[in-house]
Every structure is written in C-alpha cells, then in structure tokens.
C-alpha cells in the first residue's frame, strides 16, 4: 500500500530536483497524513492536538519521549539526549523550516518512533502530534 | 567520451583543459589545507547534513574504512537510536567515509572513535573528571573542548577545556 506521505515525498522529489524552491508547508504535509489516516481507519473523525500533545509527552513504556529531547515546549529548542547536540526548535511557530520537507517529515518520524515507541507511529498519531505542533502560537 | 573527443570543437577543448586544471589547483589547495589540521576531509554535503544532525560529524580519518562499513551497515541500530537513511544516501556517505577512512592498525576495527589508541594515546592527559562535566557531557561531544572542531579543526592550541 502506497500512503499519501510516501506520494508527497516522491512528487516533491521529482518538483525539487535541483532546487529547493517548491518546498511543501505544513498543512500540505498534514492533508497527505490525513488521506493516509482515512485509508489506515474508515472511522478516521480527524486529529486531535489534544492527542498529539499527550503523545508527545508520554514515554510508552520506554525511557524517552517526544518531549526528551524536544522539549515540553516544542517553540524552543532542543536537546539530544545521549550526544547533547542542540536541536532547533520542531514546531513551525518556533521554526518556519519544519515540516516543509516531506522527505525530512518522513526520515524523522521514522527514526524518532523507533527510537520512542520501537515500532513506526501510525498517520493518526503522526496528524495528532502535527495538529498539536501547528496549534501552537509564537 | 573518448571514442568523440576527436570530433570536439578546439575551442570547447581549451575551455574544458582550463577548467581541469582549475579543479586539480582546488583539490591540490583543499589537500593542502587539510594536512594543516590533519582532519578535514574535502566537503561531502550528505556526509556533513545527515551525520552532523544529531552530532558532530566525525572526520573520516580517526577509523578504518572496515569500521565505516560496520556502522553504515546498521545505522538503524546506530549506537541506541535509529539513524537510518534512505539507501542511495546511505552508500554516497559510506563511500566517502571509507574513501577517506583512517589506516587499520592491528587488524582491529574498533565501533567507537573513542576506543582506538589513537585517541587514547592523544587524551592521556585528560583527568576522568574533566569528561563527566555537564559542559562536556562525553567524549563524544569532540566540540566541547576542540572549539574549531566543526571546521575540522583539532589542534591543540584550539582547545579550551570548560569548566
């Protein structure tokens, strides 16, 4: 099954070769995790921020959350938690770069979930955690 | 290329041996530049975004292409956290690395910079203390006391060790 994201990735690629001009926005982004929530649950009822922000917080079952080296409070930066790198703020009211880069979105809740959850998030919970990124005000 | 260079416009040739001779004179003072501090590689833009996302990203040189090979072989099991990339990125980094990878000494092929002599030998004077400062945090954060390290820059009179 081909989702919604991995066809924005694809079609961003093809759109961005040799530039970067064509960027996606956030709210693109979050209209492909919706068709792919649809598609994952016919019961979909739309995202929660709500949701999102308990998700981000919460550690399930292991040792790091979102919110570990991210912060509570996604407007500020960040911290790695094992090499203390600094992390640039993830929510695009603290940082108009993020989520502009299908590719990039894609990458990172690959990685991050694994990381977090040991197993990929589902597009509800990656919608539910953008909601609650893109509801946050400067 | 070689069966129509026969058949080339002289002019494009000229244009095309100047500009040769241009990159061999870029890559000879690149060279040139790097044997200063003995680190910096010449600049890989993937090497330098995807390593140096979530750390510094380490000069190919401090280990052995056999250990390179190792690490991206697992990256999405990369010391505690999923650093997986895409695979066409994944071999454009791995064959950098391993391209300006370090000697093997010893046959061994250590995962951790920190666990080769080299840099053993090289911190011998730096108190156990002194790492387990929160402003140093590891041994891997190169930067906390190597402060141009992110220009590939370590040599000594650079480092400044934080309180």
Not at chain 1, 96 to 101: G, L, Y
Not at chain 2, 54 to 61: F, G, I, Q
Not at chain 2, 103 to 108: F, I, L, Q, T, V
């Amino acid at each position: 099954m081909r989702s919604a994201l991995t066809v924005l990735v694809a079609g961003w690629c093809i759109l961005t070769t040799g530039g970067d001009a064509s960027a996606a926005s956030p709210l693109e982004i979050q209209r492909a995790l919706e068709a792919d929530a649809r598609q994952a649950a016919p019961g979909f009822a739309g995202f929660s921020a709500q949701r999102g922000q308990q998700f981000f917080n919460a550690r399930h079952g292991g040792d790091w959350s979102c919110a570990t080296c991210h912060t509570s409070d996604p407007r500020q930066p960040g911290t790695h938690a094992t090499t203390g790198k600094a992390i640039a703020p993830l929510a695009p009211a603290g940082n108009p770069d993020r989520f502009t880069s299908p590719a990039r979105v894609e990458k990172w809740f690959r990685r991050n979930c694994n990381d977090v959850l040991r197993r990929a998030c589902t597009p509800l919970e990656k919608g539910d955690v953008l909601a609650w990124l893109m509801s946050l005000g400067r | 290329m070689r069966t129509d260079a026969p058949r080339r416009d002289p002019r494009r040739t000229a244009i095309g041996a100047a500009l040769g001779l241009l990159a061999v004179l870029a890559v000879a003072g690149a060279t040139a530049a790097g044997d200063r501090d003995r680190m910096a590689p010449p600049p890989n833009a993937a090497w330098k975004t995807e390593c140096g996302a979530c750390h510094l990203p380490y000069p190919p040189r401090l280990l052995p292409a056999r250990s390179w090979r190792a690490i991206m072989s697992e990256l999405d099991r990369h010391f505690g956290t999923d650093a997986s990339l895409d695979p066409a990125q994944a071999a454009e980094i791995a064959s950098f690395l391993e391209r300006h990878a370090g000697r093997e000494r010893g046959g061994a092929a250590p995962l951790r910079i920190t666990e080769t002599p080299w840099f053993r030998r090289e911190h011998r004077e730096v108190p156990v203390a002194v790492w387990a400062r929160p402003s140093v945090g590891s041994p891997a954060n190169c930067a906390a006391c190597h402060r141009t390290a992110e220009q590939g820059d370590y040599d000594d009179d650079t480092v400044t060790i934080p309180r």
